[in-house]
């Protein structure tokens, strides 16, 4: 059997102080409709990234609301992430497609996790290409199968796609962020549904000032001058050396500025400690740059508390599925600046809910206007928290897929 994971207990009820009555009511009629069905979510990991993020909330709500839901992670090497390493690269627009080799590899270990899937349930939802071939190869297993995309599919290596959409075609629904990541050819199967946050989880639950200025000294911060961080993987996309570049531009008229640049990595992920070195030596022993990870012990309460201190929060990035940080500290009501790019405009009405830019000298000049007036930061702050409160929160998430199992008839 596939290793499921354990989540805590988590309860709907204690949502509605957030989410609202009418909405917690809403769920709550749904879900009674639904009561009992049998829901499985597949996944490639059960830690890192916005997928686990979401489902360590998602799970245990839909157990509280009366389904029988649980989360199972797939078993793979190094060879089959290498492999899906490559195939995620190049369905974001990566030229590099797999390799005949790590293609086989791929189809092997769905082989793999197909023959070890559990069976007799009403909806597998499939989350990510990793595990997406295994629809295929067992559909007898589930009633409805969903694929569930949580990547930027916009601009994908067109070789790549084509050789998965046919695992893609016996999917009774897929689901993605945006409406631009719907490929050709899935029409009348395809649901836009963006991600969300838990606004109770310790990432993002509210925490005095207190605490946060407490937690950020603990990392050498000087909480008396001003700070700029941007919370991201150490990837070329989400361009840390970019938000260095913003940042000195910044210093030449705010000398007092600080920056920290937060990212946790992965022990198996080469790639990201190769960038991260980039970003070192891209920082030039600047002692007012920052760059911690989490074998600095930077985990999920710390991370709020630097979304939480910070004047300005950046999110330089050239590419984004969603922007999971970018929900994250707007919802902490601090002003953000970032990239115009996938997921972000959803999230940030220009010059209401926070600032879009497409360049450094861009973000550099807006991060700048902010830190040089608090009140309008405080202003862009409160408009993206109301935002994400309305659009962006679990309960929200929720109510979406049990829409969609209704009109799957689940
Ligand atoms: N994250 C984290 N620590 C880090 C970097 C990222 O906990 O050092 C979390 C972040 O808070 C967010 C998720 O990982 O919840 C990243 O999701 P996002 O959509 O922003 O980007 P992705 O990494 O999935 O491209």
Redesign the pocket.
């Known amino acids: 059997m596939l290793q499921p994971v354990g989540v805590a207990q988590k309860h709907l009820a204690d949502y509605q102080s957030i989410a609202g009555r009418k909405m917690i009511d809403e769920i709550r009629e749904r879900a009674s409709r639904l009561e009992g069905k049998r829901i499985l979510h597949v996944s490639a990991t059960a830690f890192?990234?916005?997928?686990s993020?979401i489902l360590n909330t998602l799970v245990p709500l839909m157990v509280d609301v009366g389904l029988q839901c649980e989360w199972h992670v797939i078993y793979g090497r190094e060879e089959f992430f290498n492999a899906t390493k490559v195939m995620h690269n190049a369905l974001q627009g990566s030229p590099q497609d797999l390799s005949e080799e790590q293609w086989q590899t791929w189809v092997r270990y769905n082989e793999i996790n197909a023959s070890q899937l559990s069976e007799d349930w009403d909806v597998c939802i499939i989350h990510d290409p990793q595990p997406a071939a295994i629809r295929s190869m067992v559909p007898q297993n589930a009633r409805r199968w969903v694929w569930r995309c949580?990547i930027d599919l916009s601009t994908p290596n067109p070789f790549t796609l084509e050789r998965l959409v046919p695992y893609l075609e016996p999917y009774e629904a897929v689901v993605f962020h945006l409406d631009e990541y719907v490929p050709s050819g899935m029409d009348g199967r395809s649901h836009t549904v963006p991600?969300a946050?838990d606004p109770l989880a310790p990432?993002n639950m509210a925490f005095s000032p207190e605490d946060a200025v407490y937690i950020c000294q603990q990392f050498g911060i000087d909480v008396d001058r001003p700070l700029m961080c941007q919370?991201?993987?150490f990837?070329p996309?989400?361009d840390p050396l970019g938000v260095i570049d913003a940042y000195r531009i910044v210093k030449d008229q705010m000398p007092d500025v600080q920056l920290a640049l937060?990212?946790?990595m992965a022990t198996d992920d080469p790639e990201g400690w190769d960038y991260f070195n980039a970003t070192v030596a891209h920082a030039d022993g600047d002692p007012d740059i920052h760059l911690l990870?989490?074998l600095n012990n930077?985990?999920?309460i710390e991370?709020n508390a630097f979304q939480s201190h910070s004047d300005v929060v950046i999110?330089k990035s050239t590419r984004?599925?969603?922007?999971?940080?970018?929900t994250?500290a707007i919802w902490k009501a601090r002003p953000m600046v970032a990239g115009d790019v996938g997921g972000i405009p959803l999230q940030i009405t220009d010059g209401q809910s926070g600032f879009l830019v497409s360049g450094v000298e861009d973000c550099a000049q807006r991060a700048l206007e902010i830190l040089a007036d608090p009140a309008l930061g405080k202003q862009l702050g409160r408009a993206g928290k109301e935002a994400v409160r309305q659009r962006f929160l679990t309960p929200r998430l929720l109510r979406d897929w049990l829409e969609l199992f209704e009109r799957l008839e689940v």
């Open positions: 890192g990234g916005g997928v993020e949580h991600p946050i990432k919370v991201s993987r990837d996309w989400k937060v990212g946790s990870n989490n930077v985990g999920a991370v999110q984004e599925g969603f922007g999971l940080t970018v994250e």
